[in-house]
């Protein structure tokens, strides 16, 4: 029986990464693809091992938490049990995730500098669930030690968002 | 040989002690540790500030302020690595492996310690090899070819083996992408693009600073904003802290043989120019665990974790002026910068600055002699205040995480793809982490695999054109049985612990 989890998933990616360093080594000259090639085949082999092992669902002995089921509803309420557990952590991943996109995003739209501050007060005020003022504080606190990096020390400009330059 | 040697250590101990003197080496100290406090700037960027407003100055001041900028700066990128699980410099990679942990245990204060007292021992056996091999630092320098390099370079490898935990197979697998990943940019040999995707940016091949914050830090950040975690550390108040400062500044000298034994390894590679403290560290590390009892320790917040990539850090700093002062080579970056310091002052490093300017020589190794001690003394006078950033909840901390690690990372080199790749490595490391693919055996092989690739290269070559036998160098054999020795090592060690849990198990 196939099994799709996000961990098989992901070994299918790496097994991506690893497929794609072996077809750009084909295409390269004697000299520069050696060494990548003598490495490539043997890791593109290990992953695809690492993946059929996700795929078949292999777990290893000792790993499984054994239960006493004693009747079908039991069955049942594990099963259930279980996929909340299962949808909770991925939720939870996607937050994570989530916070870093918001990050990058406003990185992109705004630039490095004003970006510092206002991602820190969406995160304080948010996620942590903090109150008006003491986000605002700690978000200008943020700002000023970003100013002092980015410009004082900075010899170069900061990176200005999209916003700036389609503005101009 | 030995007597104007001799004479000059003592002129420059004088001058270096002398008032007003003895205020630069201070005053660069608390300037490269308050630099070097925001992650990815380093003593290298303070050089490069600091070289314009020096060039009116004499040579005597300058060494003793530039002694400082190498040594004062590696000490704090140990501390934001510890307490935040950012590394300030790639080379403070390998510390945060147990060093974090033990923050998250609540420990900072004895990790914090352990590593100020490793900074400063490490750094001091780095100079007394170097005040050691004075009278013989040319010669010293070229017992390393790319033949040697290329066996360190495997043995670093070797200790990948060591140091897998769990699935085997995804270990190896993982350093087999950190290798592949290695590869992307430009061949060293013809330089022909590979990988690259049609981007300018990676042509230079992947910076290890923003693969190491991402694969850390950023990935660490993504974990605190998506767990329940309240603190870093379990603890919720800085009086229920476990662990102390004395306990931490006894940790290298309760394992003195490994901070022996890391620091020759940071000597030794110190001394090879190009090769760099990353790779220093973490060959130490991997070196820690191998021999260790209770190996499954590692990784978890082991107090032998620190000590180890700490005092090859801080070694490598003396073993990379053999090659800079002896040669006029760079072992280093912030090497590199001193020697462009040097240059723009009129003086010659080589044989002319050993034969005309020794005591100017030992004024620049006691100048950072000083400035490496200094430091951990400064550290730990600042155990207690860094230690209580560890109970200060998630909810203020993550953000300023994420916010030091972006701007750190693109502080190093003002460049915004920077962050985008560390950010990318944030979202690879932390699906590894959470898919159960260690991350240490794809950086030690990413930090190792361009070196390997290079000097395999050279190594072929000159074999080939029959400038080297490879097999006839006595380095070159003994790096090949080191590296057997640790995989049979490792095996036998393995099988005896498969024994013993069998006998448990029974």
């Keep these: 029986v196939t099994r799709w989890t996000g961990g098989s998933a992901f070994s299918i990616f790496l097994l991506g990464v690893a497929a794609f360093f072996l077809i750009q080594s084909l295409s390269l000259n004697p000299i520069p693809r050696l060494v990548p090639l003598f490495i490539a085949v043997p890791t593109l082999a290990l992953i695809a091992v690492q993946v059929s092992l996700d795929l078949r669902g292999n777990e290893r002995p000792g790993t499984r938490v054994e239960t006493t089921v004693f009747s079908a509803s039991d069955v049942y309420r594990e099963k259930a049990l279980s996929r909340i557990d299962t949808l909770r952590q991925t939720g939870r991943k996607h937050i994570g995730l989530m916070w870093l996109a918001i990050m990058f995003g406003l990185i992109y739209l705004l630039g490095l500098l004003p970006s510092a501050p206002v991602y820190s007060f969406l995160y304080l005020k948010v996620r942590g669930r903090t109150n008006w003022s003491l986000s605002a504080g700690i978000a200008a606190g943020i700002w000023l030690l970003s100013y002092v990096l980015l410009v004082l020390l900075s010899n170069s400009a900061p990176y200005r968002g999209k916003i700036w330059i389609w503005q101009q | ?506």
Aim: charged residues 10%.
């Design chain 2, 1 to 506: 040989v030995f007597e104007p040697v001799f004479r000059a250590a003592w002129e420059g101990w004088g001058i270096v002690f002398s008032w007003p003197n003895l205020l630069y080496p201070v005053v660069g100290t608390v300037l490269a540790m308050t630099f070097s406090a925001v992650p990815g700037l380093s003593g290298v960027t303070l050089m490069a500030l600091a070289i314009p407003f020096t060039l009116t100055w004499d040579p005597v001041p300058l060494m003793l302020i530039f002694g400082p900028f190498i040594g004062g700066a590696t000490f704090m990128g140990s501390v934001t690595a510890i307490l935040f699980n950012i590394p300030g410099r790639s080379s403070c990679a390998a510390v945060l492996l147990d060093g974090h942990p033990l923050a998250q245990q609540g420990k900072a204060k004895t990790a914090i310690a352990c590593s100020a007292s490793s900074s400063a021992l490490g750094s001091t056996f780095g100079i007394l090899v170097l005040v050691a091999l004075m009278p013989f630092l040319r010669e010293s320098t070229l017992f390393f070819g790319p033949s040697e390099i290329l066996m360190l370079t495997v043995w670093g490898l070797t200790t990948i083996a060591v140091l897998v935990r769990g699935s085997v197979l995804k270990g190896l697998a993982a350093a087999g992408l950190g290798l592949l990943l290695s590869f992307v940019g430009q061949d060293p040999r013809t330089a022909e693009s590979r990988y690259i995707l049609g981007s300018l940016y990676l042509r230079d091949g992947l910076d290890l600073l923003p693969v190491s914050v991402g694969l850390f830090a950023v990935a660490g950040v993504i974990e605190l904003a998506a767990g329940g975690r309240r603190m870093i550390s379990e603890k919720s108040r800085f009086e229920q802290l476990p662990g102390g400062v004395r306990e931490g500044v006894l940790a290298p000298w309760r394992h003195f043989s490994l901070f022996v034994r890391s620091s020759v390894i940071g000597t030794l590679v110190g001394i090879i120019p190009g090769v760099g403290g990353t790779v220093a560290s973490f060959i130490a590390y991997g070196h820690a665990v191998q021999p260790a009892k209770a190996p499954e320790n590692f990784g978890k917040g082991d107090i032998r974790g620190p000590p180890a990539p700490e005092a090859a850090v801080d070694a490598k700093d003396g073993g990379a002026l053999v090659p800079t002062l002896g040669l006029g080579i760079p072992g280093s970056s912030g090497t590199a910068m001193l020697l462009l310091a040097l240059i723009l002052h009129g003086i010659t490093p080589g044989r002319a600055m050993l034969t005309n300017n020794l005591t100017l020589v030992f004024v620049l190794i006691w100048s950072l002699f000083l400035s490496n001690w200094l430091t951990s003394i400064f550290g730990l006078a600042s155990v207690s205040p860094l230690s209580r950033l560890t109970v200060l909840p998630i909810a203020f901390v993550a953000p300023i995480i994420l916010v030091l690690a972006t701007e750190g990372v693109y502080l190093a080199k003002t460049q915004i793809e920077d962050v985008a790749l560390a950010y990318v490595f944030g979202v690879l490391g932390y699906l590894m982490k959470a898919h159960g693919w260690p991350r240490i055996p794809l950086i030690i092989a990413l930090v190792l695999g361009r070196a390997f690739e290079r000097n395999l290269q050279l190594t072929l070559q000159l074999h080939r054109l029959g400038r080297i036998y490879f097999w006839s160098r006595p380095l070159v054999l003994s790096l090949i049985i080191l590296s057997l020795t640790t995989l049979a090592f490792h095996y036998f060690q393995d099988r005896k612990a498969r024994k013993v849990q069998g006998v448990l198990e029974l």
